[in-house]
Nanobody
Framework: QVQLVESGGGSVQAGGSLRLSCTASERTYSKYIVGWFRQAPGKERDFVAAISWRGETTSFAHSVEGRFTISRDDAKNKVYLQMNSLNPDDTAIYYC?????????????????WGQGTQVTVFL
């Protein structure tokens, strides 16, 4: 059972940056695809970004491409989401997830383990 803990959320002015971290409890984390999703009030949980188990391949939602980057440090059991040029539309709870499957990375069903989420608020 992999436990995931997100950190790094907070409030930031539009145009600013935040870096989210996802820390896993297991060394086997390095073998998982890791994704970030977000959920705004009253909306569905949407895909943001994902990274392959060796960090060789990444994928981003169109809405964040060019502004967000994803990386992993398997020695520390961490995956990072660097978020730049934030705008109010990025306000949401951000969740990290890990999965061993190779199905569509944008599907929540791909992932076996989820964190509790961290709030990101972007104000004008």
């Amino acid at each position: 059972q992999v436990q995931l803990v997100e950190s790094g959320g907070g409030s930031v002015q539009a145009g600013g940056s935040l870096r989210l971290s996802c820390t896993a409890s297991e060394r086997t984390y390095s073998k998982y695809i890791v994704g970030w999703f977000r959920q705004a009030p009253g909306k569905e949980r949407d895909f943001v970004a994902a990274i392959s188990w060796r960090g060789e391949t990444t994928s981003f939602a169109h809405s964040v491409e060019g502004r967000f980057t994803i990386s992993r440090d398997d020695a520390k059991n961490k995956v990072y989401l660097q978020m730049n040029s934030l705008n109010p539309d990025d306000t949401a709870i951000y969740y990290c997830a890990a999965g061993a499957g190779a199905t569509n990375w944008q599907w929540t069903q791909t992932y076996d383990y989820w964190g509790q989420g961290t709030q990101v608020t972007v104000f004008l």
